[in-house]
């Protein structure tokens, strides 16, 4: 009599190939567009969902003078490469005009010691890097809704984006810490938001970069320079301000000197550092690589609010 | 209480006599049962992907990265240690924790193993993907269950001891413990400890495993700060998001390690098709009428 094989060592064999070429899998199903794209309605669901239970005006909780952080972490670029800016550094911003324009009806510049002449707001807030942690500091700056009510948005005003001076990539990008503007970490033990994942573990670019990867082996790099945007929503939201001071000193280079956004309510990633121009838009599909910032770029989600 | 089990007749007399089919599990319960062992395995691999993003966790507001409560990393050496440290006392975990091969198979500076995490490698972003997508599923996934359960009395028939099931709580550890799992009538319904453990799991761990996860979110501490309040900190519901995984990995393993034991085949169909088998109690003294048995 046939005995059928051993159910048991079977099935035992059965699981441990299934549970091998399921992880393999899973990373090969995670690299296809339609799944990349079915997984990214979780994120999609999070916004729609998030933005029903905040108000234009729901605030974040602040803190008490005795929560500011002793040590605040820098993250992302902490001094960035640029000629143009350490020039600036060197002059402490005594030349620096910022920049308001795009679809607005009264384009400005505007210096620091201007900017410093508008209303003020002063906030403790809890920042909180995708990566995980969180530090309590206190940002003294301009709302932004007071700079973009001297510019008057055109009618088709959408988005604002914020130009920033620090290079991200370019061809000596590995003698930079290449990591990015707003918020990252500063490479080591975890390199997560490198945008070239330095060592053993960089194993995305062969031959098959994901989408939105730049193509690192055509031709030169071009420099790409941090950028973010963010919605009208978040724009007037009275604790989104620009910020010149830092726990009542004036805001470090490590932490976005001269101007920093302050967007209360979203992750550090989109908290874009080292503000230059701030430029009102209909559309970023056309700015960088179309996803609205150097981190939405490398595969973040553009809403920050988890 | 339902008092009326479904039975069909038994392919043969001899089983008739020893077994009776029992339809233990309706359809909503079998999917929903498997779509949320889905959601646990990819939120769990992917919640680790997560965490090696920062492998270190904190009590409070906000994290004191010198004095973590526990913490991952890779040591100078080479090759490098992997060194877990919790609560200041440091362990080599060399391979698994904090050092581990990488997809080149040279060490490589991360919390978890690439073959724990979802995507293998470390890749945040898809991390993220893949955990908020399957969070959705899972939560979608448990209101069904939870709602199925309420309106069908399927949820107080399953998980709510009965008195005469309180009384003998001290006579239900004992069996446990010693592995002797329910036969007949009383292997028609959960034992208490497990009645106990499914109500601590499904009321209790899961949806305190939610709001942790929500706390860590800077709109959600916007919209409800009392999730804060409850949690004493973003950092603190970091740490509880972290063992509350690490508890329900737990259930999970002595879930599946008493299907095993009590009878695997029966507990798997009884899962995918509904139907379960309830063996005849076996009594101390012989039967009166013959069993009519044969080889």
Known sequence: MIRPPNRRALLMGASATAAAAMLGGCDRLGEMGWFKRTLATGEDANKFVQRLLLTERTLTPEYAEADISPFFKPNGTEDPPDKAYKAMVRRKFAGFQLEVGGLVEKPFKISLADLRKLPVRTQITRHDCVEGWSCIGKWTGVPLSELLQRAVLKPSARYVVFHCADTMDQGEASNIDATGGAEAPVANPNPNMTKKVAGSESVKGAGDPPDGALAEDAGPPEPVRFYESIDLVDTYHPQTILAYEMNGKTLPVAHGAPLRLRLERNLGYKQAKYVMRIEVVESFTDIGEGKGGYWEDQGYAWYGGI | ?295
């Open chain 2, 1 to 295: 209480m339902p008092r009326t089990y479904l039975t069909r007749s038994a392919p043969d007399v001899g089983e008739i006599e020893h077994r009776r089919w029992m339809f233990r599990h309706p359809l909503v319960i079998r999917i929903t049962h498997w779509v949320n062992a889905l959601c646990l395995l990819v939120l769990l691999m992917s919640g680790l992907q997560i965490f090696n993003a920062h492998p270190a966790l904190y009590w409070g507001k906000v994290s004191t990265f010198d004095t973590p409560l526990m913490s991952m990393a890779s040591s100078e050496d080479d090759p490098p240690k992997g060194v877990t440290t919790i609560l200041g006392h440091a362990f080599d975990t060399t391979g698994f924790l904090g050092s581990s091969a990488g997809a080149d198979g040279q060490p490589a500076d991360r919390g978890f193993p690439s073959w724990l995490t979802l995507p293998s490698e470390q890749d945040l972003t898809g991390g993220r993907s893949w955990h908020f997508f399957f969070a959705w599923a899972f939560v979608l996934n448990g209101f069904t269950y939870l709602l199925y359960g309420l309106l069908s009395g399927q949820l107080r028939f399953r998980l709510i001891p009965s008195r005469d099931q309180i009384r003998h709580f001290g006579a239900s550890i004992q069996e446990h413990l010693t592995l002797r799992f329910p036969q007949g009538d009383e292997a028609k319904r959960y034992n208490v400890i497990q009645k106990l453990t499914y109500v601590a799991v499904i009321l209790v761990l899961l949806p305190v495993q939610v709001l942790a996860g929500l706390a860590m979110s800077p709109a959600m501490d916007a919209a409800a700060p009392f999730l804060l309040t409850m949690f004493g900190g973003r950092q603190s519901a970091r740490t509880v998001h972290f063992v509350v995984a690490n508890l329900l990995v737990l259930f999970v393993v002595v879930h599946v390690a008493l299907v095993l034991l009590s009878g695997v085949w029966n507990n798997i169909r009884g899962m995918v098709t509904g139907w379960f088998v309830i063996e005849r109690k076996v009594e101390p003294t012989p039967s009166p009428e013959p069993t009519g048995r044969s080889a």
